[in-house]
């Protein structure tokens, strides 16, 4: 018997279920992550090796960017006069940049850099085809982190294991800083050319200004630097540079960082390069920067090439200038005097010095060390100690009034002469070998007579003018005996003409400054080198003797320079055999001293005294100020 469905033995086994296709996803999932791992494994590792084996420097000096600073010196207005330096740098925040010029740089040199991890991919393949064209490797395609890591922690030279460390650092670097501080970094430390380190300093090298006051032209110019400084410079190659600044304007325009009227009115705009030398009338400035610079130096106990301080002087330019002519010209001739007179075959030349205080403040406003710092470095206002002749008298003449004598007191001018301790006969003579019997004081100091100074030294005693000395400045050694009232102490030409200050401030005395102040860079300010004044002798005493010095330039051996109007007081001096000579004047605003002679101490001439010789320089500086007054 048959049956249409078959028995359960007759029929097809059942088909085995196949696997989920979820389990051969996970199966494949998992080893994806296993191969992802071994390739970061493999690139960590390959990394570690290359930070062991290449020597990778380590990026915390980044993270801490302390670079050397230019130390900058500022006169009485403001403006920078000097750098002190190893390398020409001023850090500056980017919030005292121009707004425009981060973005120069940026649209020159890395127009990705706020997208790209520290490495741009597409200027590197860029790169490297040109490179494989052109057979070398002069296409870098560095982006500005990279140029940070170049800069800091590796050497310029162009090799693959370089570019590699390199490209290592930027990242690293990227992945600790922010884009602004990356920029920042780089924006101060960049080699831009005429010895300038970073923005600051390479706006103070081409324009003489500010960052902050730089023009969109000059921002351009600046931006187009760092590709190759030397070619690029506007000093060295300004059609080069014009091309580079075309260039960098083009590039912000199409960044859409300016508009196309904006680039093009940058590049026709005229741009005024500052054309100075680095030296940049050291040979002028260079005696009084030099002062201020051991001053600072002796003050700070570190480096000023590396410190970064910002030292603003008591300096003034254009009375610095006027002082250095005055001095040249008064040099020369007396040069051509003492050639006419029988020594035409002069060793050297003779020098002079001539330091400017301004009377209301005590500020040192001129300072002329030599006729030129670059050839003679040796400073005759502050390190040269000559003797003071009868430029000296002025102190004993004082010192007497303060002890009751008057202007018109009398006192012998005969010849005199005194026994010494050791038996020997000192016997002073005047000038000239004249004598004038009973003369006034006010009389004998005009005339300069030295019989009477030395008489009223005698009176008034050495110890006594030994005080008021000190009193006013004087550090040097002063000799105990009668010779001191003819000026044989050995004093510096800063000391003896701030020893008058008195005479022109009613008796009181302030040491002379030549520092207002000091900025730290992390804007700290230190007080400068002004002191409080004194009263080191009485009002009627000084008023006193600012009219006897007033005589000495109305009546007596000042009168060469009482061509010029208003209150002019001072005193001449002149050394044994006419060795060194002297004026210390004054008028209602600068005690002005002045001195001139050789530096191996040899005789000027007979003919040559402080009334002569000194006197000229010191009517010829003030003369020249006239429409250039101290404020």
């Given amino acids: 018997m048959s049956s249409e469905n078959p028995s359960p033995a007759e029929q097809p086994p059942a088909p085995v279920p196949k696997k989920p296709r979820k389990i051969r996803s996970e199966r494949h999932i998992i080893g994806l992550l296993f191969g992802i791992c071994l390739i970061l494994t493999f690139f960590l590792g390959s990394l570690l090796f290359a930070l062991v084996t290449l020597h990778v420097p380590n990026i915390s000096t980044v993270a801490h960017y302390q670079p050397p600073q230019a130390t900058l010196i500022y006169d009485r207005h403001g403006q920078i006069v000097d750098r002190i330096f190893t390398e020409n740098r001023t850090v500056i925040p980017l919030s005292a940049m121009p707004d425009l010029l981060p973005k120069a740089f940026i649209a020159a040199e890395d127009n990705r850099f706020f997208e790209h991890p520290g490495l741009d991919f597409f200027s590197v393949i860029r790169a490297a085809i040109v490179n494989l064209r052109r057979g070398e490797r002069g296409q870098g395609g560095s982006t500005i982190t990279q140029q940070v890591a170049r800069s800091l922690l590796l050497t310029p030279e162009k090799t693959y294991v370089r570019k590699f460390k390199e490209a290592i650092l930027a990242w690293r670097i990227d992945t600790l800083l922010s884009k602004e501080e990356i920029l920042y970094i780089y924006l101060n430390q960049i080699y831009l050319g005429s010895g300038a380190h970073g923005v600051e300093a390479a706006s103070q090298a081409y324009f003489k200004k500010r960052a902050s006051e730089l023009s969109l032209a000059e921002m351009a110019v600046l931006a187009g630097l760092p590709q190759a400084p030397s070619n690029y410079s506007p000093l060295a190659y300004p059609k080069r540079a014009v091309a580079r600044q075309m260039y960098v304007l083009n590039r912000m325009a199409a960044a859409g960082y300016i508009s196309a009227d904006q680039a093009r009115e940058a590049y026709l705009s005229k741009i005024t390069y500052r054309n100075a030398t680095t030296a940049d009338h050291l040979d002028e400035n260079g005696y009084y920067f030099e002062v201020v610079r051991k001053a600072v130096q002796g003050r700070m106990g570190i480096p000023l090439e590396t410190a970064g301080l910002r030292i603003y002087t008591t300096f003034d330019t254009e009375m610095q200038h006027r002082a250095v002519l005055a001095v040249r010209a008064g040099v020369q001739e007396a040069s051509e005097r003492i050639a006419k007179k029988g020594k035409a075959k002069i060793p050297q030349m003779p020098q002079a010095a001539l330091v400017s205080i301004e009377i209301s403040t005590s500020k040192v406003r001129a300072l002329v060390g030599g006729t030129d710092y670059l050839k003679y470095s040796f400073d005759r206002v502050t390190q040269a100690k000559r003797q003071a002749g009868s430029s000296f008298k002025p102190l004993v003449y004082a010192t007497a009034l303060g002890m009751g ?60 003018v030994h005080a008021l000395a000190r009193s006013v400045g004087i550090t040097s050694y002063l000799p105990p005996d009668l010779s001191l009232a003819l000026g044989s102490a050995d004093v510096t030409l800063l000391e003896l003409t701030s020893a008058y200050t008195p005479f022109t401030r009613q008796g009181r005395y302030c040491p002379p400054s030549f520092i207002e102040r000091i900025e730290l860079p992390d804007g700290t300010v230190l007080p400068g080198d002004g002191a409080e004044e004194r009263q080191v002798m009485e009002m009627p005493v000084a008023d006193k003797m600012r009219q006897m010095l007033e005589g000495v330039v109305r009546e007596g051996t000042g009168r060469r320079v009482a061509v010029l109007t208003g209150s002019i007081g001072g005193k001449t001096g002149t050394s044994n055999e006419n060795r060194d000579t002297w004026f210390i004047g004054f008028n209602e605003k600068l005690l002005t001293g002045v001195w001139v002679g050789f530096d191996d101490n040899q005789s000027l001439g007979g003919e040559e005294t402080g009334g002569r010789t000194a006197a000229p320089i010191w009517l010829a500086f003030i003369q020249a100020l006239q429409n250039f007054p101290a404020n």
């Fill in 405 to 464: 004598w008057e202007p018109e007191s009398y006192l012998s001018d005969a010849p005199f002469s005194i026994t010494g301790r050791n038996g020997a006969r000192w016997q002073p003579k005047n000038y000239g070998g004249k004598y004038h019997g009973e003369v006034t004081l006010a009389e004998a100091l005009a005339n300069s007579y030295n019989m009477v100074a030395v008489r009223l030294l005698q009176h008034v005693g050495a110890k006594n």
